[in-house]
Structure formats: C-alpha cells, structure tokens
C-alpha cells in the first residue's frame, strides 16, 4: 500500500513569509496528524485530526499556524508569517481504526528553512 | 499528563557488540510503548510496539524491548549491532487512543 505522501520535500522561505505543506495519508486512515521536529529534538505533535474534525490542537501556535482536513483526507498545514524559530522538518502521520489507532505512519517530512 | 526520558542523547558501540537504549516513561494509565527509528533524510519507521500484551516486545532487525511496570522503563536493546542501525531511535509512549508524545531521541553510532 502507498504510503503517506507529503510535499514539497524542502522549502526555503524569508521570516516574515508564508508557507504551507500538504499531506496525504495512506487511503482510509482516519486520524492524521502533524508534527514539528527541530533539529535535535523529538517530533512535537501539532495538530491532530480524526477525520475532518480537530482531536487536539493545544500546541499548534494558533497565532501563526492554522491546518485543515476539509474533506477528512488530504491536509494542509500553513504558517503566516514565519519565524526564524519555524525552522524544523514537519512530519505528517495517519493511523486507522483497523490498527486500533496504536501506531502512526510517517511521511519523509518537509523540511523547512526560514532565512 | 503523560512523558518519555531518553536516558542517553548518544550512545557509541563497536560493530558486533551489544546495544542498549535506555526510555523511561510517566503515564497515568497503562501506556502503550514504541521505538521508532530515524534514517538520515528518511522517514520515521516503527521498530516495535508494546500495547499490554507480552511485556518482552519483539520488533524488526534483531531489536527487542522489555515492558517494566515497576521501573517505568522500556529499554531497547540489540544484541550485535551492524553498521546499518546507525540512526536516532525515539522511545514514545501514548495514552489510550494514539496521542503519543515523543522522546528527545538517542543518537546510536556504531564503529567498524
């Protein structure tokens, strides 16, 4: 089965600039999420969806960051504007109700550069 | 509130010898347990996983872990490592449904 698809791969921006990335789970996972990992450290949960609607967005900075999952399938997370301190790989994730949502599946990430 | 301690941000071993990654872990409920594994420029992939059955785990390429309650501890180890498991291992625990909150990572580097 196809993985979890997510793009662009890296992205260089300006602070001040905005930016969004995109993430398609494997077909029929229903919960999906979107971490941010900087450099030298762990993956930190943004945002997490169970279909189209928000299970836990408490440490999505909301002032700058917003996400959605219109549809309950494809998402985008976006940042306006970005800060210096955006700088990380940002990973999207999807698990399933068949896997009793007890692991998540990763995609290779965004990795992005604010200059 | 649930929380994982990677014990070690590095840890250096010869090719063949035995690995060891310490995680320590709070939750207020019975957790569930991962070891996930990190490739440079790749994609975090799943090692192994510890959801209240058999509290010896057993994951891919040779790696296990041990589910101690009384330690709060779920250490992963190896017994000979290869050159190919050079990576950053994350411990990672979760409370009931899939939340899962991520260690700081252990950075495994093994010399020929």
């Known amino acids: 089965e196809a993985g979890v698809a997510q793009s662009p791969r890296y992205k260089i921006i300006e602070k001040r600039q905005s930016v969004a990335f995109w993430c398609n789970p494997i077909?029929?996972?229903?919960?999906l999420y979107w971490y941010q990992q900087i450099l030298g450290q762990g993956p930190k949960l943004l945002i997490q969806?169970?279909?189209?609607?928000?299970?836990?967005d408490s440490q999505l900075p909301k002032d700058r960051f917003s996400a959605e999952r219109l549809k309950g399938v494809d998402s985008t997370l976006k940042i306006q504007p970005a800060k210096l301190e955006d700088s990380a790989v940002y990973l999207c994730?999807?698990?399933?109700?068949?896997?009793?949502?007890?692991?998540?599946?990763f995609g290779q990430g965004t990795r992005l550069t604010v200059v | 509130a649930q929380s994982v301690t990677q014990l070690d941000s590095h840890v250096s071993v010869s090719e063949g010898t035995p690995v060891l990654l310490r995680c320590n872990y709070s939750?207020?409920?019975?957790?569930?347990l991962f070891w996930y594994v990190q490739h440079p420029n790749k994609g975090l992939q799943l090692l192994l996983k510890?959801?209240?059955?058999?509290?010896l785990v057993k994951g891919i390429n040779g790696f296990e872990a041990e589910f101690k309650k009384s330690e709060t501890s779920f250490h992963l180890t190896k017994p000979s490592a290869h050159m190919s498991d050079a990576a950053e291992y994350f411990c990672?625990?979760?409370?009931?449904?899939?939340?899962?909150?991520f260690g700081r990572g252990t950075s495994l580097i093994v010399h020929p």
């Open positions: 939750s207020s409920y019975s957790p569930s």
């Open positions: 969806f169970q279909n189209n609607g928000v299970v836990d």
């Open positions: 994730a999807s698990s399933s109700r068949e896997a009793g949502y007890t692991e998540a599946f």
């Open positions: 990672v625990v979760s409370e009931g449904s899939y939340i899962p909150t």
């Open positions: 077909s029929g996972h229903a919960t």
């Open positions: 510890y959801t209240s059955a058999a509290t």
